[in-house]
């Protein structure tokens, strides 16, 4: 296939084109350096069948002659890690939903196929563990910036779909549930990239609260097998699909693991929401991802467990 990245030159978009490359399809990226950055795919410049140009999705005349010359969109440019949408609402609100907006009008006058990555969070405070893709959110009120993210990123879904029914485009929608792995960084907020440089440098490891909530991490190499299973698989068109991994840990546990696996000395510092984020704050206790949509479809297994998640990580910071 043809691939579009939008977002390619980010921490999953990097490890997306570097898959699609492998598989021996072709890869276009788009993508600002907002928060991707070139260091990300300088490893594949020379790669047959890659290409790519720094700007926005938003100049449309390019987006529309990139569409032209691909099969499939990957629309992963977004505004992504809860400290960057907390610090700037009006940036994310406007990225996320602008940029899906132009990418799914532009791709319809084609009928490309657009496999759209929305997240975990729209799930929000729901307490219906583990998600189902059908079932229910819960979100907090507006005056709550975090909530948002998970806003603009379900409005992009509502589009999508409304463009499946009216249009007949073809769309997937894959949540991804806390993807982590090499490359992604701790700048915009992602704990475990946080995590695992405070352990190296032995300065203190930052849980926020008191550590109990929990999340369900996800190596980058089966998020990015499983949305090219998604594009490539007829019956996943106009659906929506959790991709994750069930295997749960509490943040006060990820401190944990992170200071044993680096060797650690680092000493655990509990840091009140109020002073981590803004006054006010609402983190979610728990989220957790039934797969059983996406194993039926695709016979979707994650591979990398925690443990080895983390010790990549790990690996990849020391190298820097
Ligand atoms: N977190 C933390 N210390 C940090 C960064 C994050 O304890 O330095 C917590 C955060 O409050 C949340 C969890 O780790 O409960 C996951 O945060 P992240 O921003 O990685 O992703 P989220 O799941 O919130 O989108």
Redo the contacts with the bound molecule.
């Keep these: 296939m043809k691939a579009l990245l939008t977002g390619g030159a980010g921490f999953i978009g990097s490890h997306l084109a570097e898959r699609l490359l492998a598989l021996g399809h072709e890869v276009q990226v788009l993508d600002d350096l907002s928060t991707g950055s070139i260091d990300n795919i300088t490893h594949l410049k020379h790669a047959g069948g890659f290409s790519y140009t720094i700007d926005s999705v938003t100049n449309e005349p390019l987006l529309a002659e990139m569409i032209d010359r691909s099969d499939v969109v990957f629309h992963l440019a977004a505004a992504v890690?809860?400290?960057l949408i907390v610090e700037q609402p009006v940036h994310t609100i406007e990225t996320n939903v602008h940029g899906t907006e132009v990418v799914l009008k532009h791709a319809s006058k084609k009928k490309k196929l657009v496999c759209l990555a929305s997240t975990s969070?729209v799930y929000g405070k729901s307490a219906d563990i583990p998600f189902r893709e059908g079932a229910d959110v819960v979100l907090g009120p507006s005056a709550k910036h975090r909530w948002a993210y998970a806003c603009s990123k379900l409005i992009d879904e509502f589009l999508a779909l409304a463009y499946w029914k009216e249009k007949k485009l073809p769309v997937v929608i894959a949540r991804l549930f806390?993807t982590v792995g090499p490359r992604q960084t701790?700048q915009y907020?992602?704990?475990?990239p946080?995590?695992v440089r405070q352990a190296l440098a032995g300065h203190p490891i930052?849980?926020?609260?008191d550590?109990t909530?929990s999340?369900s991490f996800t190596d980058v190499s089966d998020v990015v097998d499983a949305l090219i299973a998604l594009s490539l698989e007829p019956r996943a068109i106009g659906n929506v699909y959790n991709i994750g991994n069930t295997g749960e840990i509490s943040?006060r546990d990820l401190a944990e693991r992170v200071r044993t696996l680096a060797g650690s000395q680092s000493p655990i510092r509990f840091?009140p929401?109020d002073e981590?984020y803004e006054a006010g704050f609402e983190?979610?206790p728990r989220?957790v991802p039934d797969l059983s949509r996406l194993r039926s479809l695709i016979g979707y297994e994650p591979k990398v467990a925690l443990d080895e998640i983390i010790r990549r990580v790990i690996e990849h910071f020391r190298a820097a």
Excluded: H, P, S, W
């Design positions: 890690g809860v400290k969070e806390n701790g907020g992602m704990v475990l946080t995590f930052t849980v926020f609260g550590g909530q999340r943040i840091v929401y981590a983190d979610m989220r």
